[in-house]
């Protein structure tokens, strides 16, 4: 009746064996049925960005920055490059085979690895760049760096953050003449100033 190799096992070990993968089997059955009974809710997940992406967005709006004019995948001695200076003949790529090809045929590349922030950028380009402050996200504690922006120490409450704010962004609202990177910096270190007081 049993196969002969059967008999070899305890009895105990068998019945065992059979009542795990019976009550697994029930289990996991009720587990299916209840997803189907009561499906969890949803979560929309938007478009993913990569570190490629980040980078790619950071640099971006570093060349803009610095007044650069550029091309975006472009294509470089057979190679597409991320970004092509056309005035500064300089490749900027991601691909360390591109730009060892680039090097190579005399051309200037950049390599980027993707965890390099772009106002890193300006160190490995030849040829003078700007000077820029980073961005309040760029620092390593934004945070108080916010704070310090608004001229408040880091225990103020959200009405002394809004007061500085509004005495502040008259003097550097583009419409009074004021400069625009500056109005920006100013309205990111609200909002993080805002979103981390008590």
Not at 101 to 113: D, H, K, N, Q, W
Not at 147 to 163: K, S
């Amino acid at each position: 009746m049993l196969p002969e190799w059967l008999s070899l096992f305890p009895p105990w070990l068998l019945v065992g064996l059979g009542l795990g993968v019976v009550a697994s089997v029930a289990v996991a059955g009720v587990f299916v049925v209840g997803g189907r009974l009561f499906p969890g809710q949803s979560h929309a997940t938007g478009p993913r960005v990569d570190g490629t992406d980040r980078r790619r967005a950071e640099i971006r709006d570093y060349l803009r920055r610095i007044d650069e004019r550029f091309h975006e995948d472009h294509s470089v001695y057979g190679h597409t490059v991320a970004f092509y200076l056309p005035e500064r003949d300089v490749a900027i790529t991601f691909d360390a085979q591109a730009y060892f090809v680039i090097e190579r045929a005399g051309g200037f590349a950049v390599l980027c690895e993707h965890e390099m922030p772009a106002i890193h950028l300006g160190r490995r380009l030849p040829f003078d760049v700007p000077d820029l402050e980073p961005e309040i996200e760029e620092l390593d504690d934004p945070v108080s760096a916010a704070f310090d922006h608004l001229e408040l120490p880091t225990t103020a409450d959200r009405d002394a953050i809004r007061t500085a704010y509004r005495d502040r962004v008259k003097s550097v609202h583009p419409d009074q003449g004021g400069d625009r990177e500056e109005f920006q910096r100013l309205r990111d270190a609200y909002q993080i100033a805002k979103d981390h007081a008590d």
